[in-house]
């Protein structure tokens, strides 16, 4: 877990994440356990291991706002905010903006799938979640203090990639994510860490 003033970003096995704060998060919930309950879930894009309406039935309540791209909403039950790459919307006082997240060099996450990646703003920080992407020009643009960045390769960047977009993108903490389930192991969550600038905080969770 990382703990960064009051706020808590525990990550759940490939690309799931739960921040608590004034609000609990989950990003892509998938295999979970007993987590406990959301107040907001997000869903980067469609695909089974990131859009899993089974896991996203064990933290919803009838309060909980989903927040998913349109392909992803139509999988799941109850009341959905839509998104696009690009969008800024505000649930619950926190505010959530969309960052593109797609293949540069391969085809699993097309760009016209209008998939993302999100920035949440939580009790004064922001926290980037860069969901199924290589590295991209769009990330360098942005101003967070923590990056969760995919690192396996295969379906998404590899370690060197992914830490040649962290250098670019100078967050304060880099978290990898993205390896110990269906592709990549903790050796790629390393050797992103050895390669990330010596003035970024790497924490491997």
Known sequence: MLELDGISITWLGHDSMKIKGDKVIYIDPWKLGDTGPA???????????????PDIEKIATDETMIVATADSARKLKGDVMVVKPGDTVEVDGVSIETVPAYNTNKSFHPKNSSWVGFVVTMGGKRIYHAGDTDSISEM???????????????????????AEAVNRMKPKIAVPMHYGDIVGSEADAERFKTLVSDDIEVRIL
Not at 44 to 49: F, G, L, N, P, Q
Not at 140 to 160: F, H, I, K, R, W
Request: aromatic content about 6%; proline content about 5%.
């Open 140 to 162: 360098d643009s942005l101003d967070v203090d923590v990056a969760l960045v995919p690192v396996s390769g295969t379906y998404v960047m590899t370690a060197e990639e992914a």
């Open 39 to 53: 107040d907001i879930v997000l869903v980067t894009h469609e695909h089974y291991d990131h859009c899993s309406p």
